[in-house]
């Protein structure tokens, strides 16, 4: 049924809950298995002198291939077919749920796991959901894992 499932990812262990279901999948219908990471470009406008912004982005970005490094080794001493995509946003002009849903249809994948926090309320408020957006958006189906 799924050829290609895409994996989203953070440094969450709901994110690595949602990694070993998508293994489990790609296994089960002997798909494709991609995962990503989205890092935020950063944009801090306020900060001011003596910040070496081209040394911080760097250090994200070094930060976001070597999470993606360790997702992948992991799928592949479970034996998945896979691959790993780093994926930058800037927060000024995208959102990391559009950005997820864009590889999504490009790659072309026929599912998104994306692990959710759950928050509700104030945190919510603060915080957003980036699964929820997902969800709202996605014209595939999105396998949600709730963290415990």
């Given at each position: 049924?799924?050829?290609?499932?895409?994996?989203?990812?953070?440094?969450?262990?709901?994110?690595?809950?949602?990694?070993?279901?998508?293994?489990?999948l790609?296994?089960?219908?002997?798909?494709k298995?991609?995962?990503?990471?989205?890092?935020?470009?950063?944009?801090?406008?306020?900060?001011?002198?003596g910040?070496?912004?081209?040394?911080?982005?760097?250090?994200?970005?070094?930060?976001?291939?070597?999470?993606?490094?360790?997702?992948?080794?992991?799928?592949?001493?479970?034996?998945?077919?896979?691959?790993?995509?780093?994926?930058?946003?800037?927060?000024?002009?995208?959102?990391?749920?559009d950005?997820?849903i864009?590889?999504?249809?490009?790659?072309?994948?026929?599912?998104i796991?994306?692990?959710?926090?759950?928050?509700?309320?104030?945190?919510?408020?603060?915080?957003?959901?980036?699964?929820e957006?997902?969800?709202?958006?996605?014209?595939?189906?999105?396998?949600?894992?709730?963290?415990?």
């Open positions: 049924m799924y050829q290609n499932i895409l994996v989203a990812i953070d440094d969450s262990d709901t994110s690595m809950q949602a990694l070993h279901e998508a293994i489990a790609s296994k089960v219908h002997h798909a298995l991609r995962i990503i990471h989205v890092g935020n470009e950063f944009y801090a406008p306020y900060l001011g002198t910040v070496d912004y081209e040394k911080l982005e760097a250090s994200f970005k070094e930060y976001g291939q070597k999470l993606l490094n360790k997702m992948l080794t992991i799928a592949r001493e479970q034996n998945a077919d896979c691959d790993a995509q780093l994926l930058e946003v800037n927060p000024a002009h995208e959102r990391v749920a950005k997820i864009t590889a999504a249809k490009n790659w072309p994948a026929n599912l796991v994306i692990g959710t926090h759950g928050r509700r309320g104030f945190q919510h408020l603060l915080l957003g959901s980036v699964a957006g997902v969800v709202r958006n996605a014209s595939m189906p999105v396998l949600l894992i709730r963290s415990k």
